[in-house]
């Protein structure tokens, strides 16, 4: 079994920054157009162990199991290998061993909530009424006149009901995704029993977490009825089958106490839930659910300092005590933030907009999860229609990395599954990989300073009163020194009086680091002035006057 190579510790999994890959997308190794594992562990430099490496501690890796590829990849086909699209196992135990010897942990997805229709369990269990697997799904009878046992809409609007009639058999089973992702019913105990058969799988072979999908929705109330209200949207029902089952808590800690059999693990979930408290409630009382919980509030927030602030007030009051935040920009699942960003005809704003959110996200209190490409300021790829492959519109945060500025993009000698931006020809790795200045290098250099810094590592979280309205600024503390962050969300210069700063900082302190690579070294005057989406770093004790500060 592999072990990391890491000074992190058990609780690397709050310190370290962790990086979401998206296999298919990330590197492919054979010229077939599909990214796939022997091409990250090609890769790996890129993200640790080198000098000019990103410093990043950990790798949640999108599944790379075998599967009919409904939803690339969250329709599994077997847990337990690795579809040959994407390698072999052996590939991935070296994925692993290369990974763990540059002290990079990685995380694999756990998709409980569903299998796909061609996984031998779905296969018995359509077979005939009576076969032993047919309780692992789903099942319900028709309506008198035939129709559907309830209302439940899928997740996708495209596929529109959330239940397909299997006709040999008379009765209808539950997708909440695709019809080709049947929904498992976890009130049985066969199920428990096999995901746990499949956590011990991976865990045996040493990944040091799961990402858990759907970790909101897995099990189902009984009844098969109900519709939840929408969190925070007075009146609006969810038509999704209900969420949040007290008997997921259940659940979750039962696999949290497995999890702790084992040594420096975790599981980190998807809870797509907005209302705060239904959030934070997947953590349990702090310790016995999920080590972390997806947070992704900060991609429906608005560009307006208020929403970023309000965000992070939210969940420092609410989480439980030993709870730990985390935040996210971006995913596989939603448009990339600095596609978000954009204004009409501005892109560089949108850049210094994905700039100020990259400082913001890596010195919050709480593991940051960065969604590959973001490092060096990749956007959405525009898809032509006859390109599209997904159901739910998630092609254009899912295009291939971006490596340089060649035909593929460095990701592929082949056609690729997807087309490569035309971006890659400026926006790469290759480009930005000497230029401090580029989005790459300030990520880099972010990395670095939360890495050394024992106030962003590990300390405290105190938002600064006073601040104009457009910025939002707060301090992290530990016994040994202090940083302040602020962050200017409007579109005009903000004027900072240095004593009422710091006054509400409690120190006196010198930049370190700004996101602006025009920022000259400090005044010594009274004043300075935050430029528009402009994030800043000041640290206590820092010189005002050392000569510049800023790199
Ligand atoms: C959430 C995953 O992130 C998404 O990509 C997938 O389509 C659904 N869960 C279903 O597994
Ligand atoms: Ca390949």
New binding site residues.
Partial sequence: MSRPRSGLGADWWRHGVLYQIYPRSFQDSNGDGIGDLPGITARLDHLNGKADSLGIDGIWLSPFYPSPMA?FG?DVADYCDVDPRFGTLTDFDELLGSAHERGIRVIVDL?P??TSDQHPWFLEARASRDNPKRDWYVWADPRADGSPPNGWRSAFPRVGRAWTLDQRTGQYYLHS?TRE?PDLNWWNPGVRMAFEEILRFWLDRGVDGFRI??AHRTVKPRSLRGHRPIENIPGVLDRMPPADEPELHALLRSWRQLLDEYDERMAVG?VFLFDPVKFVSFYGAGEDELHLAFNFAFLRAPWAAEAFRNVVATFERLLPQGAWPDYTLSN??NPRAISRYALADDPERARRRARLAALMLLTLRGTPFLYYGEEIGMTDGPIPPERVVDVAGRDPERTPMQWDASRGAGFTTGDPWLPISREARTVNVEAQRSDPDSMLGLYRRLIAYRRASPALFGGGYRPIAGLPSDCFGYVREAETGAVAALLNFGDRPVRVRRDRLEGALGFRGGFVLSTDPGRGGPSSAGSFELEPDEGLLIENGGQPEAEDPLR
């Fill in positions: 939803d969250y998709v909530n569903h995704f992702q999908d759907v998807e596989h699942d």
